[in-house]
């Protein structure tokens, strides 16, 4: 989650926004980044939530209204405050449902006028959303992944499982013999699988392609190796089914995917 932060914090510094992200009508607001990246803690914004009817405002505006136009919007909209002010708003769904959004501002929209507060170019706004929309994407499920794995460390209590979790974290981009595995952990290899499946809540494979899928997506991210150099040092050696699992992984295919991060890390 850290690494989030700081790609939002570069974001901001880039865009002159502050950006949020946080859940909506959910009965809870943070998404797991700190209170800056959770509420509205610019200077204009805390002087609005000074006063209990403001805060009042403030909070009915994110948790009720923001998720309805949301939901009959279907996509990304500016939304003007009870303040007079603006944000970009890009929705997040589960189902037809909005339950998270992003949000990118505070900015002038139309006529108004606030002391401190600068307008925004249409195309400027137009590049963050396109940027935006596809960041949260990546956020909710990198954000998802780590829940996942915190869950299913936290659920594990046979230490030889844990072992061979463990061991394959470190070990993703070799030849993993499930054999090995289970002479590790002193079992047969019948057991071993049981017990891998009950406790780490899936099968051997799928943890160790998971592994490999992830260093994959990060690689990608950060380094200007290929897309074939990135998939041998993860462990793959297909192509075509690199590029399946991981378009099943992200949404996106390998090269689809480092281009638009890419893209968004020189913004």
């Known amino acids: 989650m850290k690494r989030m932060e700081r790609v939002l914090e570069q974001l901001e510094k880039s865009w002159g926004v502050n950006i949020q992200w946080k ?3 959910v009965g809870r607001t943070s998404c797991g980044l700190s209170e800056k990246h959770s509420y509205h803690w610019c200077e204009f914004c805390r ?37 007079g002010v603006s944000e970009l708003v890009i ?4 189902g037809d449902r909005c339950t998270e959004v992003f949000l990118a501002g505070i900015f002038l929209c139309g006529s108004a006028e606030v002391p401190g507060v600068k307008r925004m170019r249409a195309e400027k706004l137009e590049r963050i959303r396109l940027i935006l929309e596809e960041l949260a994407l990546i956020f ?3 954000r998802d992944s780590l829940l996942r794995e915190s869950a299913r460390r936290q659920e594990i209590q046979d230490v ?27 079992l047969s290899e019948s057991r071993f699988l049981h017990l891998f499946r009950k406790e780490a809540g899936c099968s051997v494979i799928a943890c160790l392609t998971e592994c490999r899928l992830k260093a994959a997506r990060q690689l990608l991210e ?25 378009k099943e992984y992200t949404g996106y295919s390998p090269l689809v995917y480092h281009r638009r991060f890419c893209r968004k890390r020189d913004v």
């Open 91 to 94: 929705p997040l769904f589960d």
């Open 160 to 186: 030889r499982i844990q072992n061979a979790v463990d061991f394959i974290g470190r070990n993703f981009a070799r030849k993993i013999r499930i054999r090995d595995l289970a002479a590790k952990a002193c």
């Open 23 to 25: 859940f909506v009508g």
């Open 222 to 246: 950060v380094s200007g190796a290929s897309i074939q150099n990135v998939m041998e040092q993860c462990g793959f050696h297909d192509q075509s089914r690199f590029g399946m699992l991981f």
């Open 47 to 83: 002087k609005v939530k000074a006063t209990k009817e403001g805060l009042h405002l403030c909070s009915q505006n994110d948790e009720v209204l923001l998720p309805c136009r949301a939901e009959k919007e279907k996509g990304a909209f500016v939304s003007t405050c009870h303040a």
């Open 140 to 142: 909710r499920e990198r």
